[in-house]
């Protein structure tokens, strides 16, 4: 029995159809098939709704929308992303090279989104039980009505980090120019720490877990 | 699951066979029917009656939830409801199926895979609440949901919904009447395939003769019918309790109406307790318990919505009108007392 690892299949978004190609990621019959997107160039909706845990490597610049309703897939942007990237996910994980527009993992439900780059405002809007990492500076109203899950932000952030989370969990590594008065400092425990360390590995970021402050919403917490 | 397995097969089925859904027992509509048409060219979806239930007061908790849904599937009135609550009702009563997607809230995949119909909420962004951030960084259009910025950025969000969907599944846009010609003008502009506007219920009962109500719907359908997409249907959701005045709405320029007051005010009570007392008398007392609970009466929700479709087979009758398409404000003075008054109301055609 052979485990060589199965060949990734090619496709250069400048000679397919979008929708095309989104209905072959969707509709892959092998879970562990492998698709190396070219020359994306901002394209919008692309890669949306994938149940299988299929791996997607995209080279270039995605739009927006791009992972929407990711269930399973394995996504690996060398790229930015536009606006609303990975919004209302479910499972599978986004990895993003470069920057994010707003709204980054929006309504997020499960998985996990990391960005190497910065994040525009509002990353983690009503994020509702997903994982996300950025490990550059964060836009305004970071965590907007953020409702479960946890947010790392890896550098400073704008005004109004947390505003209107009722849930979940931040760490911020940086500075925050201003935190929303629903938000409480508290105490990292080891059990955070390590779910600290895992999420950082996970998105291929070295830093110290002691280097983070964490904020919860407090209890019955609106502003 | 497998129970589960099996209403989304039913669900398939229905696609296929909308149509089917115009044979009813109430002495059936057929010309009441309305169609919204789709992105995919080749399909319309087919309505058999112009009402539906979009914000029922049966949960799917109650023990009329299950006879209710069969109610609505016999008569061919969509239900909105979510996937999770038509798994306890048996495959034969799960009715036409819509859904939405609240401002707040994100998307199900299982959702709009299987729905009939989707609707977006869009409201007028509320300065310093649902769009706090500075007015530059927004787009002056009076409809986006939250995460929404621009109507490049909503026609991308309906793309990628169609996708999902192949195309085939209609999708709308819900709207809280501010500025309703604006609104409705951005909601055609961005190619929504029907339009529903939902009057906040605000604790008080929608009234009928409120002029601003009328006077909306004809707005509304106005700037529909003038619009290069006049066949798009409009939905009005508001808490109308009286079978005439949803008529009136109908005429007004409503394609279709909510029911949800109507089946609200005919919800039977609660059989009353017992006069006796059966939990202490041991053995007996515990008999007493397990008796089954009186089977729910759907009786006067079936008797009432029956008295809806035939006050519109009547009027439809005595205004002459052959299709929902004919039944417009210029026939109200035709039918009634009552549609007169409202057919005073400026901006009603006709």
New interface residues.
């Given amino acids: 029995m052979s485990d060589a690892p199965t060949p990734s299949e090619t496709i250069d978004l400048a000679q397919t159809d979008l929708v095309s190609v989104n209905v072959r990621l969707r509709t892959s019959d092998d879970q562990s098939a492998s698709y190396d997107l070219l020359s994306a160039t901002g394209q919008s909706n692309l890669a949306c709704g994938i149940r299988s845990p299929i791996k997607v490597n995209v080279k270039g610049n995605c739009g927006l929308f791009f992972g929407l309703l990711n269930d399973g897939a394995e996504i690996d942007v060398e790229g930015d992303v536009g606006p609303a990237c990975g919004h209302s996910m479910t499972g599978g994980g986004i990895l993003v090279r470069g920057h994010a527009g707003h709204s980054l993992a929006a309504f997020a439900r499960g998985g996990f989104i990391g960005v190497h780059g910065t994040a525009r405002e509002r990353c983690g809007l009503y994020l509702d039980g997903a994982d996300v990492v950025v490990r550059q500076v964060a836009g305004r109203e970071a965590g907007y009505g953020m409702r479960s899950g946890n947010l790392v932000l890896g550098n400073d952030t704008a005004e109004g980090l947390g505003r209107g989370a009722t849930g979940g969990t931040i760490y911020l590594r940086g500075a925050a120019a201003s935190v929303a008065p629903s938000l409480r400092e508290v105490r990292m425990k080891d059990s955070d720490s390590m779910r600290l360390s895992l999420l950082l590995v996970r998105a291929g970021i070295r830093a110290a877990t002691k280097d983070f402050r964490i904020f919860r919403p407090r209890k019955g917490g609106e502003e | 699951m497998t129970h589960a397995t099996s209403v989304f097969d039913e669900l398939t089925f229905r696609r296929l066979g909308l149509e089917a859904s115009a044979n009813l027992r109430f002495g059936g509509l057929p010309s009441s029917a309305i169609q919204i048409p789709t992105a995919d060219a080749g399909r319309t979806f087919s309505q058999a009656v112009p009402f539906f239930s979009r914000r029922s007061p049966i949960k799917a908790s109650d023990a009329l939830w299950s006879p209710f849904c069969g109610l609505m599937r016999e008569l061919g009135m969509p239900l909105y409801a979510l996937t999770p609550e038509l798994e306890s009702v048996p495959v034969a009563s799960v009715p036409i199926r819509f859904t939405r997607r609240a401002a707040?809230?994100?998307?199900?995949?299982l959702e709009?895979e299987t729905a009939e119909a989707i609707e977006l909420t869009c409201r007028r962004n509320r300065p310093g609440v649902d769009q706090?951030?500075a007015q530059e960084?927004v787009e002056q259009v009076p409809t986006l949901p939250?995460?929404?910025?621009s109507v490049?950025?909503l026609n991308?969000?309906i793309?990628?919904c169609r996708?999902?969907t192949d195309y085939r599944t209609p999708i709308g846009c819900a709207l809280t009447p501010a500025d309703v010609v604006t609104d409705v003008r951005a909601a055609i502009a961005a190619q929504f395939d029907f339009v529903l506007l939902e009057f906040p219920l605000n604790g008080k009962q929608g009234d009928i003769y409120d002029e601003q109500l009328l006077a909306s719907v004809a707005d509304a359908a106005a700037v529909i019918k003038s619009s290069p997409r006049s066949e798009v249907p409009l939905f009005v959701d508001a808490d109308v309790t009286d079978s005439e005045a949803l008529i009136i709405l109908l005429a007004a320029g409503a394609r279709a109406v909510s029911i949800d007051a109507l089946i609200r005010q005919a919800i039977p009570a609660a059989p009353a307790a017992s006069s006796v007392s059966y939990s202490s008398m041991g053995l007996l007392g515990s008999l007493g318990s397990s008796t089954p609970k009186p089977q729910a009466d759907i009786g006067p929700i079936e008797r009432v919505l029956k008295k809806l479709l035939d006050t519109l087979a009547c009027r439809m009758m005595q205004t002459g009108a052959r299709t929902m398409a004919e039944f417009d404000a210029g026939l109200l003075r035709g039918f009634s007392e009552r549609a007169q008054q409202a057919a005073r109301v400026p901006g009603l055609r006709g």
């Fill in positions: 707040d809230e994100g998307f199900d995949l709009l706090p951030l960084d939250l995460e929404l910025r490049d950025e991308s969000l793309e990628a996708q999902l």
